[in-house]
């Protein structure tokens, strides 16, 4: 289903966001105080236009409650970053997303109606960290703040041995959702499913059980 977006703010998180809406198929206007950031996304997005969000007439004119989705992604102004996301609200927009540098300013966003609030600086340097802290560990989706989809990379105390003889989810409250080895993916694979060294595992736990099954298959290198 095509999608209408307003993308306020044009750094780089707002700029690959509209990328990435735009070749997915949706419509994106995008605003930005700087004309030589609009002029650069002119060819990208599909209108880009250079205004000020705190100003609500602006947003009214551009019919802020028709589009199904906007996002904040002023950068470095708090004070515009907050009025643009309570000026959103109150103009019924039905969906607001902003981004934060801190929780005090993620706080103070919801507070004036942000729907979501996201941190991609933050969350960047924890993904990056966790990456960088583990041999296993490839990549990470927080579930919440203590449930992680995790993708490990299956080290060599694993290989040729059957999901069952692994008992990962007995041993650590872990679950195995999916194997990827090579280009081949099997979902929900079953018991006498085996593992081999270097397989991608996709899987699913608290991130007490995870940092502990991590720590037992490091010991085993």
Sequence with gaps: ????????????????????????????????????????????????????STDETVLKQLGASNFHHGIVAIGDDLQASIMT?????????????????NDMHGTVLYKVGADHVVYPERDMGIRLGKQLSSDT?????????????????????????????????????CTILAIKTNDEINISPKAEDR???GDLLLMIGSNEDIRQLENHYERKR
């Excluded at 306020?8 to 998180?13: N, V």
């Excluded at 019924?92 to 540098?101: E, F, I, Q, S």
């Excluded at 579930?143 to 060599?156: D, G, R, T």
């Excluded at 694993?158 to 008992?167: A, H, I, V, W």
Aim: net charge negative; aromatic share 4%.
């Design 85 to 101: 996301t309570l000026i959103l609200k109150e103009l019924n927009m039905p969906k607001v997303t902003a981004k934060a540098r």
């Design 1 to 52: 289903m095509k999608k209408q977006f307003m993308v306020i703010g044009l750094g780089r998180f707002g700029s690959s966001l509209t990328r990435t809406l735009i070749e997915n198929g949706h419509e994106v206007l995008a605003l930005d105080t700087n004309e030589n950031v609009v002029q650069e996304m002119a060819s990208i997005a599909t209108q880009v236009i250079h205004a000020d």
């Design 137 to 173: 560990l490839i990549d990470y989706i927080e579930l919440s703040p203590n449930y992680n989809l995790v993708e490990i990379l299956a080290p060599h105390a694993m290989n040729g041995r059957t999901l069952d003889e692994l008992n990962i989810r007995a041993e650590f409250g």
């Design 195 to 197: 593992v081999h060294a």
